[in-house]
């Protein structure tokens, strides 16, 4: 698969912003394995109930803290005590903050240089979030907050692992524009169709009548980017909403992740009210594996065939540049991106 470079994207090679890592319940107190920005990393939950990414290699003799199971550190449980995890070689023991607080067999002072990279991370709506930023910076925008999560009328999503796919995330950020895709690949022409770009969000608002999602009615939908990575589709007012999230792997391969947050019709969910719910979520899934189906197996797209009547995929991609340019530079592609862009033949909004 094509990588950053050939999409010209700008110096960075993985975007800055908030990427999701895990589902939350796959974070326990037995290390994981991940890779993420073409990095090794490890997730695990300390007692205290946080969870924590570290880099996966020790800084003693480089070993990796998570791909264990015959050490007797590991067999013996100390591998992660209170919020601290420790290396299955030699037993050097590293704090939540990533210093080693432990070298069971020497005296001498703990060098300075004993310590593993720690990286920011969020737990939220049953997932869990890391900022990756190539210049190390602290966040400066916030995950999107999700008012209904915490409202008792919806039932939550079962986060879906979606795997990897071998597809730059800019070919995924595309689908945004692309008005053109939704009668073929959905079945669900868009009646009114448009992308409103401001900042850091990119939003797209669309209504069609859709053949396996809403036969006989306008499915209308609020759907945005915060950042490069995360995704929500609020489904006629709030009546669903979508999550997808995406982080790359390496170059050119992304995982990803979908969900549904389901309104039950009730003033508050009962345990009745989940089954109907895990069904649409599994309707969702089934419309955006039809995305998935193309992206898994298509070229790369570095440059359209574009006809009118497209989406405005150069201004799409010009918004996402911002996040693979330094910080310093982000206004200036967002000045270059932001507005509101229709596609030809087609109202900005409902008739
Ligand atoms: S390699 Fe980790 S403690 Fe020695
Ligand atoms: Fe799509």
Not at 86 to 92: G, K, L, S, V
Not at 243 to 268: E, F
């Amino acid at each position: 698969m094509a990588k950053t470079v050939e999409y010209g994207l700008g110096p960075f090679t993985y975007p800055r912003g908030w990427f999701m890592v895990a589902a939350a319940p796959e974070v326990t107190s037995v290390p994981s394995a991940v890779r993420f920005f073409g990095q090794d990393l490890v997730l695990y939950r300390g007692q205290s109930g946080r969870a924590y990414m570290v880099d996966a290699y020790c800084p003693h003799m480089g070993t990796h803290l998570a791909k264990n199971t015959t050490s007797y550190v590991i067999q013996d449980g100390r591998h992660v005590e209170g919020d601290s995890i420790r290396c299955p070689y030699h037993a050097w023991q590293f704090g939540p903050d990533g210093r080693c607080t432990e070298i069971p067999y020497s005296k001498a002072p703990i060098p300075a240089a004993a310590r593993l990279r720690t990286w920011v991370l969020e737990e939220r709506y049953g997932c869990l979030f890391t900022w990756h930023d190539p210049e190390g910076g602290a966040p400066d925008f916030d995950l999107p907050l999700i008012p209904e999560w915490d409202h008792p009328s919806y039932v939550h999503w079962s986060i879906d692992q979606l795997g990897t796919l071998p597809c730059h995330p800019q070919e995924i950020v595309d689908n945004m524009a692309d008005v053109a895709h939704l009668g073929p690949t959905h079945g669900g022409p868009a009646e009114y169709f448009s992308n409103v770009i401001d900042g850091v969000v990119l939003r797209q608002f669309q209504g069609a009548q859709h053949r396996s999602l809403a036969p006989g009615f306008m499915l209308e939908t609020n759907t945005f980017y915060t950042g490069p990575g995360v995704l929500l589709s609020y489904f006629n007012g709030a009546h669903a909403v979508m999550y997808i999230a995406h982080t790359p792997v390496d170059d050119g391969v992304v995982r990803a992740w979908h969900g549904l947050l389901v309104h039950s019709g009730k003033d508050v969910a009962t345990d009745d009210d989940v089954a109907g719910a895990r069904q649409q979520q599994a309707g969702s899934l089934a419309a955006l594996a039809q995305d998935f189906e193309i992206w898994a197996n298509k070229r790369a797209c570095l440059a359209a065939l574009a006809v009118p009547g497209d989406g405005a995929f150069s201004k799409l991609r010009q918004w996402y540049k911002q996040f693979y340019n330094p910080k310093a530079e982000a206004a200036r592609f967002q000045a270059q991106a932001n507005g509101t862009f229709g596609a030809r033949g087609l109202p900005l909004t409902r008739a």
